[in-house]
């Protein structure tokens, strides 16, 4: 006898579990690291962590990444909302494993942080300055957290495929 978790209908939702859970911490430490920021620094305004290699500078992002396409809010707005509302119904085709499940929770829960924004401040927060790099935010980080990690998954099982070929 299966178990529950092995049927075909419990295993697509408990595919959401996880990434849901993930998605809601990462939204939850973004929106408040973003409510600080706004509330503590005026936009534009600068404080050196480590002077000339890494500031707190806050900016409105109304963009895409890096500030291209700056002005087009609402092109983005639309954008993210098609984007998670694909990877919300494509969730249950991934593989089962913690990595990718994470990492889809990573990605989701930082695009949402920044829709987010968009909608209750006019354009994406950001406020970690590197200096050699666009200023990023919490959400930035765990999107690219998220594709690191789903990569990370695929090239694994592409070695194994290679080896296991190899060896027959």
């Known amino acids: 006898m299966k178990k529950a978790e092995e049927e075909p209908g419990n295993m697509k939702k408990s595919a959401y579990v996880l990434p849901i859970i993930v998605a809601f911490f990462v939204i939850f430490l973004d929106q408040i690291s973003k409510y600080f920021f706004i509330t503590q620094f005026k936009i534009n305004e600068s404080v050196p962590v480590i002077k000339n290699i890494f500031h707190l500078t806050v900016t409105k992002n109304t963009g895409g990444a890096f500030s291209f396409f700056s002005g087009n809010n609402s092109v983005f707005f639309w ?90």
């Not at 593989?95 to 990492?103: A, E, G, Q, T």
């Not at 050699?132 to 935010?137: A, L, M």
């Not at 789903?150 to 080896?163: D, G, M, Q, R, T």
Request: net charge positive; proline share 2%; aromatic share 18%.
């Open 79 to 168: 954008l993210s909302i098609i984007i998670i509302g694909i990877l919300l119904y494509s969730l249950g085709q991934f593989p089962k494993n913690n990595l990718v499940l994470i990492s889809m929770g990573f990605i989701l829960g930082g695009a949402i942080g920044n829709i987010l924004d968009r909608i209750f401040y006019g354009g994406v927060v950001d406020f970690l300055d590197f200096r050699i790099w666009p200023v990023f935010n919490f959400a930035d980080s765990f999107i690219t957290l998220g594709v690191a990690g789903i990569l990370i998954y695929y090239f694994k099982e592409e070695l194994f495929k290679k080896k296991k070929k190899k060896y027959k």
